[in-house]
């Protein structure tokens, strides 16, 4: 099936710095999506991506869709403490189909 | 702003009982999902559903697990003879097909440990 590596696993930065996190996929998507997962709760949408070569920015975060259509990246600029969660990335195809997550992204943000 | 809304949010069953999780989509969504996140692991895909009918499925959604529209609010995940292993956080999901594409907002879960 369908797999999405997304990097890095986990990452421990200071308030402020920026981050970066991608996925990538040897299948092509037609639509990236970006979630935050706190602890026991469900994936709340950040951002979505529907054209190859989109660049979207919500607030402090930045996600690009790959020309490749193969991967995303996202970059959140001046990290905050509540930044902090896990990050996965979604990619589907097709309307009522599957979607394929990536492994998440487990950010820490030192104040 | 509409969510989707998932209950119970936590559910304590033995093994081999059935169980059923229920969900309301946003009001005006046409596809509905389920997904499963085991603790500490990624979300997985489990079933796809629209015009009442299942659209995809993965291949963890086997002959235990049926979904259900019963009526024009509710969406609801059967798992008929828990597992063990069927431990894990249940999310629901819902989207519209919009002149961009498709977006799934998810529910809040519904934890189901297994003993």
């Known amino acids: 099936g369908q797999q999405l590596n997304q990097s890095p696993q986990s990452m421990f930065i200071q308030e402020g710095e920026d981050v970066s996190m991608n996925c990538t996929s040897s299948s092509i998507f037609n639509t990236w999506l970006w979630y935050k997962q706190d602890p026991g709760e469900g994936p709340v949408l950040l951002i979505a991506l529907y054209k190859a070569g989109e660049l979207t920015s919500n607030g402090r975060l930045t996600a690009q869709f790959g020309i490749t259509r193969k991967d995303s990246f996202l970059n959140i600029s001046a990290s905050i403490p509540s930044d902090v969660g896990i990050y996965f990335c979604a990619g589907l195809n097709t309307n009522a189909g599957k979607s394929t997550f990536g492994d998440g992204t487990t950010l820490t943000v030192k104040p | 702003e509409p969510e989707v809304t998932q209950t119970p949010s936590h559910q304590v069953t033995q093994m081999g009982q059935e169980v059923i999780l229920r969900c309301v989509p946003i009001?005006?969504?046409?596809?509905f999902y389920w997904y499963r996140q085991i603790l500490g692991q990624k979300v997985e895909f489990l079933v796809s559903f629209y015009n009442n009918e299942i659209s995809e499925k993965s291949e963890i959604f086997d002959d235990q697990f049926s979904v259900e529209r019963p009526d024009g609010s509710n969406f609801t995940l059967k798992i008929r003879s828990t597992k063990l292993e069927d431990s894990a956080m249940y999310f629901c999901a819902s989207s519209v097909e919009g002149s961009s594409g498709n977006t799934i907002y998810f529910g809040e879960g519904s934890w189901l440990t297994v003993v």
């Open positions: 009001s005006n969504h046409l596809y």
